[in-house]
DNA sequence: TGTATTTTATTTGTCGACAAGAAAAATACA
DNA sequence: TGTATTTTTCTTGTCGACAAATAAAATACA
């Protein structure tokens, strides 16, 4: 039976408690505090949050909209899977969004957008320098998802950002492998790219773009491939 | 009171209820049926399909995961706009996508993917004989969906589905305009397009893609943008 | 002991009712 | 007549309860 009500306020605002659900349960699903494959079950969660089944039920309903979550008809609901097999259709879309989005925004992005960029990278950088994997991976994705909105095309930024939450779960696996070894580079390359887009130079941005999607793309590949070899040695 | 219940039958399976609505309503905000803008009761759809409020809200939730319709909170909902202002970041999406999946079913097509498409492609076809508008877009839709299902790529697929959805409203003004000029080129143009993923020509695969995208884009920019003209200069 | 069938238990899907919030209507007041 | 305030109406958000569907357990039977 988990604690987690917040403070013992029974009183909440009217719309809100779905809100809440839905992002407490998101950022337990992308930080694999659920793991994937755990059930869900609503009168647990109806109770840890002491509201009625039905504002649960609509944030299930929403995280399941965007594959987070899968239902059993009649049956039960769990946190999806990860799709090792298809991993490389992850990794195309990933990568092809991540040009996509750096270059539009060095096309269209404004002044303000720099300041939330550049924030987010300083909040990256900290994480590194603190060791906090977990935050380095949350404001990772959200620098890039603040690159993308800074593109300004909310077709590619919504893919992106559902690329990016579960990229968030591949690269906690990844992250619990190489426990502590977290590599500066990608500090200087988030750099590198704010640069680009800061000078509207598109093409050295798409370029910037592809050269890291595919340094983390190839990193973790190496990992799984070789987890790979392991399983079938084994 | 509308009157569209199925045939007075009060029986119905128990998780079907919610698809039927979902189904249904898509498909009347596709066709127009239901105008951009204009409300959405529950009450009234509860009247209409003989059940509770809750699963029509969840029907309801799911479309506004997807965009198709809006809520605002404790207030109404209703239809989503179309977004004329920024038209182009669709047109940029879909050219996008149009490239990518079909460059992607050329490249891991199956042959039983083949006979799907085809299937679809004659639909078209017939529909433009009918000179049947509102098949038509929806038979187009579908037979792009079904190249995208055979690139195998279920993120590019989701997105891709998306904007031939809200293509289909777009479609369906611009053939209001130019009523009963149904062009017999993109028949061609399909075709051209199955050959060179029959072929697995991957570069002509793209480059068609492309050619077709690029040249729907234009003609409904020609459109609106005469339309934008019109509007200023009354 | 192993399999088929019935019974129980658990979880989901649906329902009707009620209360909160916001818009519209009605009233008061200048 | 025009503006501010109250009242009413209408829609949504939430609740507790019940029924259907499935899984698990128990029983019957060979």
Do not use: W
């Not at 990860?82 to 990933?94: Q, R, Y």
């Not at 750096?102 to 990278?121: C, K, M, S």
């Amino acid at each position: 039976m988990t604690d987690t009500d917040s403070s013992s306020l029974p009183e909440r605002k009217r719309g809100s408690g779905v809100k809440m659900v839905y992002d407490l349960l998101r950022d337990e699903i992308l930080d694999l505090k659920l793991a994937p494959g755990s059930p869900i079950d609503e009168v647990q969660l109806a109770e840890r949050f002491k509201m009625s089944r039905t504002p649960i039920r609509e944030a299930l309903v929403r995280l399941a909209g965007e594959g987070l979550i899968e239902t059993l008809p009649n049956r039960s609901t769990m946190v999806s899977n990860i799709d090792f097999l298809n991993l490389h259709t992850f990794f195309d879309a990933l990568v092809l969004m991540y040009r996509v989005t750096t270059r539009l925004a060095a096309q269209a992005h404004r002044p303000e957008d720099l300041a939330v960029i550049r924030g987010f990278h300083e909040d990256y950088a900290a994480a590194l320098e603190a060791r906090d994997a977990l935050k380095m991976i949350a404001t990772n994705a959200a620098f890039h998802a603040a690159i993308a909105e800074a593109g300004r095309n909310p077709y590619f930024t919504s893919l992106f950002r559902r690329l990016l939450d579960e990229g968030r779960r591949i690269l906690q696996l990844y992250y619990q492998s190489y426990d502590e070894q977290f590599p500066r580079r990608f500090v200087d390359e988030h750099a590198a790219i704010i640069a680009a887009i800061a000078a509207r130079d598109i093409e050295e941005a798409d370029r910037l773009g592809k050269a890291h999607a595919e340094a983390i793309v190839a990193q973790v590949q190496k990992l799984f491939s070789r987890n790979d070899r392991l399983d079938i040695t084994l």
